[in-house]
């Protein structure tokens, strides 16, 4: 037993050097804050690499776009943010508001927002932004199921995340699951947000909540469910406070 | 400037105290006068209204009514602060007397607002003494030496010696030699009368304003291969780029034109975020507008001329070429604006920027991103808060109905948006959004409140009008999704 698993990491150490690319532990992680998750995710999500998020119905759009707006927050390191979406989209889901984007800790002045005509268009201008170093971290936001958004798609823009370091995020409202080369994938839903202990009045919405599911990861096991909260002082997830960990699914067989 | 009728005046800070600089005509009817304190001038005319002094403002303007002077001659000099100098010599004959070209021009001025006097003569410093002075004079001559010696134009104690001497006026300098002017009171003053009498050459340096850049290829038989035009225009770019480099500048618009033989002209414009000398990056966005046509470029029977323009120019240094670290990612960043909004269009890349407004989707609006970022105050969110502007906003507010409303007054318990039935959980409001004052139309006020379904969706509504008795139910709308 013990000689398979080292045969298999040899195995596994010959065709990384065969891809030519660099190993995973070596890659810089973008940490959410919340230690339930980073711990999951070994450190937290890879940079210069493509994350998918995905919204779990059509009413969630508001919370897939804040998800990533603040996972590109972290990831972002000062640089702009540049934002690309089709006009389908922007119809679908409402223009940003960068005074909202402010109220979720973002620096408004420095989102850059691009409108394409169809989602041809948005894969060509995402390949030429994922390529260009000085972007601190790039939002592709599409609506629908587009057919050229296929393996080889998202493998050309995993290839130019990795040669720039930009973290790349692929958001998609209303898709069904399709084969990716994402480094993770990720289901965002509204979830209820705790009620603010402090002098606000009872019953106001707290803070922005969500559940994450994560679908799926390149190299590990995925399938488990967090719930968790923004902060917007700090800048990071959180626990909700008062709310009971809700640990879903672990998958069966270990990998 | 200043509300009717109210006398007004312009001030600037001397030695601590503020006096006047200048003042308007009805002010200075009630007996004020520049070089006066502020609290005196107040004293006696007690609503006097004062403005500060913007002396590069009003550099800025004189230098466009320069401008709009060459239509006269393309010799026109500013003869600061209030002044311009035009040599009409040969261009007096496009109007039918001088007199007539002065009433022109009065009248121009006049239209903009600004009263002018004006003099001709042989030489500049004399027109120009004579529009400032309007000595009396039958001829030109007489009233030049009419004219104080102040119009000499030296300095404080040089005039004050030859008022001393007993020289109060040019004629009395005139009279007496040249070499005894000299010896005392300077070579300065000599020359400055020789000038002003016609006797010496008065140097005039016009506002010469620089001709774009232009660069082109005429070719002696036409071209009918599109892609050698495009070679050629690398060619052109490339000269055009050593011109810049002379001057220490970089084009931001870049204009190529195609000229076909049977008259018809293809244009081409791009534009750059950051003045730009690089060859390469600059041909690659014409083959991205290029790329971008509806129809491609049709050489019909050839083209005869190929010509370069760059209308926009802006001042690049060595310096600013030399790039290191966080630098050259920003200037990637330009980079990739440029390409993407030549490709997309300008309009379509944008940033935002603040806007100080009550209506929220008034209170921010977009620029292209090539135009560079005005320096902004965003609101900054109070900590501890919950967000209370949601990140997208539907423009314009979608309508939704089967309003359940718990109190009249109150958010809604239940409502259905998008064929979905949203049950509120928790909401927190009223904020009032009024339309502003000013508006001619009465809008009706807003009732914003954020909602919380038992989904966890968080939305931003607001009731339309307020609930009065007698009026129609208000309406609600969804403005926009909270994270």
Redesign the interface.
């Known amino acids: 037993m013990t000689e398979s698993v080292a045969s298999l990491s040899k195995l596994r150490r010959r065709l990384a050097r065969i891809e030519g690319v660099r190993s995973r532990d070596v890659c810089a992680r973008l940490t959410t804050g919340c230690a339930a998750v980073d711990g999951w995710l070994g450190g937290g999500l890879s940079r210069g690499r493509l994350h998918e998020v995905m919204a779990a119905e059509?009413?969630?759009?508001?919370?897939v776009?804040?998800?990533a707006?603040?996972l590109a927050l972290r990831a972002g390191a000062g640089?702009?943010l540049?934002w690309l979406r089709t006009e389908a989209a922007e119809r679908r889901?409402?223009?940003?508001?960068?005074?909202?984007?402010?109220?979720?800790g973002l620096?408004?002045?420095a989102?850059?927002?691009?409108?394409?005509?169809d989602d041809a268009?948005l894969l060509k201008?995402a390949n030429?932004?994922a390529r260009?170093?000085?972007?601190g971290a790039l939002l592709v936001e599409c609506w629908g199921d587009p057919a050229c958004l296929d393996l080889t798609a998202t493998r050309r823009l995993m290839l130019a995340a990795e040669a720039s370091g930009v973290t790349v995020l692929l958001l998609r409202m209303a898709a069904a699951e399709s084969p990716s080369a994402a480094d993770t994938r990720w289901r965002v839903?509204?979830?209820?947000?705790v009620?603010?202990a402090?002098g606000?009045?009872a019953?106001?919405?707290?803070?922005?909540?969500?559940?994450i599911e994560l679908l799926r990861r390149r190299a590990g096991p995925a399938g488990i469910t967090w719930r968790v909260e923004?902060n917007?002082?700090r800048r990071t997830f959180q626990q909700p406070a008062g709310a009971a960990v809700s640990g879903a699914v672990l998958p069966v067989a270990a990998g | 400037m200043g509300r009717e009728g109210v006398p007004y005046a312009v001030i600037e800070k001397v030695k601590g105290a503020h006096r006047l600089y200048a003042v308007d005509p009805a002010a200075a009817g009630l007996g004020i006068a520049p070089g006066m304190t502020l609290a005196d001038a107040r004293a006696r005319v007690p609503d006097l209204a004062a403005f500060d002094h913007a002396p590069h403002d009003d550099h800025v303007w004189l230098e466009r009514l320069a401008d709009g002077c060459a239509r006269y001659t393309p010799w026109v000099t500013l003869d600061a602060p209030d002044g311009l100098v035009l040599d009409v010599t040969g261009c007096v004959h496009l109007f039918a007397s001088e007199t007539a070209l002065a009433a022109d021009a009065a009248a121009r001025f006049d239209r903009l607002g600004v009263a002018v006097g004006h003099a001709f003569a042989g030489n500049p410093d004399a027109a120009r003494a004579l529009a400032r002075y309007r000595p009396s004079g039958a001829s030109e001559d007489e009233a030049v030496r009419r004219l104080p010696v102040a119009a000499l134009g030296l300095d404080g104690e040089a005039t004050l010696a030859l008022k001393r001497a007993g020289l109060k006026t040019v004629g009395d300098v005139v009279v007496r030699p040249l070499s005894a002017i000299a010896a005392r009171f300077g070579g300065d003053a000599a020359t400055r009368v020789r000038r002003i009498v016609g006797a010496a050459d008065s140097p005039l340096s016009p506002r010469m304003v620089k001709p774009p850049l232009h660069v082109e290829r005429r070719f002696a038989e036409p071209v009918a291969r599109t892609d050698y035009a495009l070679a050629v225009l690398g060619d052109l770019m490339a000269e055009a780029v050593a011109r810049l480099a002379e001057d220490q500048e970089g084009g931001r618009r870049f204009v190529a034109r195609f000229f076909r033989t049977d008259g018809l002209v293809q244009r081409l414009a791009v534009e750059t975020g950051r003045p730009s000398r690089d060859v390469a990056l600059v041909l690659r966005l014409f083959r991205e507008r290029i790329d971008a046509l509806a129809d491609p470029i049709d050489p019909g029977f050839g083209f005869d001329l190929v010509r370069l323009d760059i209308p926009v120019a802006e001042r690049l240094d060595a310096a600013q070429l030399r790039l290191e670290g966080g630098a050259v990612a920003e200037a990637e960043l330009a980079a990739l604006i440029d390409r993407l909004s030549t490709r997309l269009g300008r309009g379509r890349v944008r940033r935002f920027a603040p806007r100080d407004r009550h209506l929220p989707e008034q209170a921010e609006f977009t620029l292209p991103a090539v135009e560079a970022a005005p320096p902004a105050a965003w609101p900054v969110p109070e900590a501890g808060e919950p967000p209370l502007r949601p990140i997208h906003l539907f423009d314009p507010p979608q309508p939704i109905d089967s309003v359940v409303a718990g109190v009249p007054d109150g958010p809604p318990a239940k409502f259905r948006w998008r064929r979905t039935l949203h049950e509120v959980a928790r909401a927190e409001g009223p904020e009032r959004i009024a339309a502003p004052w000013w508006t001619p139309r009465e809008a009706p006020t807003r009732d914003y409140y954020r909602v919380e379904d038992r989904r966890g969706r968080r939305l931003w509504i607001f009731r339309h009008g307020l609930f009065e008795d007698g009026r129609p139910m208000p309406n609600w709308y969804v403005h926009g999704v909270f994270a």
């Open positions: 059509r009413g969630d759009a508001g919370s776009a804040g998800f707006a603040m640089r702009p540049l889901c409402g223009r940003l508001y960068a005074t909202g984007l402010g109220e979720l620096d408004a002045g989102v850059l927002v691009g409108l394409v005509a268009a201008a030429d932004a260009c170093a000085g972007v839903a509204a979830a209820p947000s009620p603010l402090d606000t009045p019953g106001a919405p707290g803070h922005p909540a969500f559940e923004w917007r002082e």
